[in-house]
């Protein structure tokens, strides 16, 4: 099984940052990362896939990066509806895993 | 829009089928799956099945107690889960897939039902 490790688990961050979430697969995944938004209570929101394309609708400020075992999403300016918890998820082969999830809450 | 059904509180041995009714998308092209969330925890892919239904996938912790199955002129997608177990308490999420050389991504979710295992 692909292991999906994410970094930092919690961010305490203030609008307006610029902040980095970081996701290492355990082998190689190519660019079959997809990144996704969960706010509580709610299902999680597709952002990013194939590393760094991102889903319709999904405000520039987001981006992805990376390919085979290390990738990033960034949020060039942190706005208050982004705080949210982001998990990463690899397609690159069954079992399909997440990352552990990176909290970001505010400073 | 995908809107689960079939949860609530059951004993653990029972079983339960979850549902998942399907509109405004052409649900018989595209793959559909079940993850689910512990409270407070992160997401686990527990199945997914393909567009027509002829293939199956299943998470090591579920295999031969889940069951996916679809119904495209419903359409509906459950699952069907025996032998509960108090670490199946979980919300579950269908969701559909996107299928990509092999392996799907999600690019949208139900709002989940919430399965608790307690005796």
């Known amino acids: 099984d692909i292991q999906m490790t994410q970094s930092p688990s919690t961010l305490s961050t203030s609008v307006g940052d610029r902040v980095t979430i970081t996701c290492r697969a355990s082998q190689s995944i190519g660019s079959w990362l997809a990144w996704y938004q969960q706010k509580p209570g709610t299902a999680p929101k597709l952002l990013i896939y194939?590393?760094?394309s991102l889903d319709s609708g999904v405000p520039s400020r987001f981006s992805g990066s990376g390919s085979g075992t290390e990738f990033t999403l960034t949020i060039s300016s942190l706005q208050p509806d982004d705080f949210a918890t982001y998990f990463c998820q690899q397609y690159s082969s069954y079992p399909l895993t997440f990352g552990g999830g990176t909290k970001l809450e505010i400073k | 829009q995908l809107v689960e059904s079939g949860g609530g509180v059951v004993q653990p041995g029972r079983s339960l089928r979850l549902s998942c009714a399907a509109s405004?998308?052409?649900?018989?092209?595209?793959?559909m799956h079940w993850v689910r969330q512990a409270p407070g925890k992160g997401l686990e892919w527990v199945a997914t099945i393909s567009y027509d239904g002829s293939d199956q996938y299943y998470a090591d912790s579920v295999k031969g107690r889940f069951t996916v199955s679809r119904d495209n002129s419903s359409p509906s997608l459950y699952l069907q889960i025996d032998r509960l177990r108090p670490d199946d308490s979980a919300v579950y999420y269908c969701a559909k897939g996107i299928y990509t050389f092999g392996q799907y991504y999600f690019d949208f979710w139900g709002q989940g039902t919430l399965v608790t295992v307690s005796s």
């Open positions: 194939r590393a760094s």
């Open positions: 405004g998308f052409a649900f018989s092209n595209y793959g």
